[in-house]
């Protein structure tokens, strides 16, 4: 049987942290910052874990 490519758009931009938890970033950081808060932009910025219901479809692209 072929081996399971890894999704390479999924490898750019999931990281695996030494534990085994999967981190993204967030959603509406990119641009059209003026009119959001610092609150809501700082809040923006921080990597986040999956949803548990992801976690399972997302392993399975990064070939885990």
């Known amino acids: 049987m ?10 750019k931009r999931i990281k695996v942290t030494g534990t085994g938890r999967l981190r993204r970033r967030k959603a509406f950081r990119a641009h059209l910052l003026e009119k959001k808060s ?21 392993k399975r692209m990064l070939g885990m």
């Open 38 to 58: 610092s609150v809501r932009t700082r809040r923006l910025g921080r990597e986040t874990d999956f949803a548990p219901g992801d976690e399972r479809q997302v």
């Open 2 to 11: 072929p081996k399971m490519k890894t999704d390479s758009g999924a490898r």
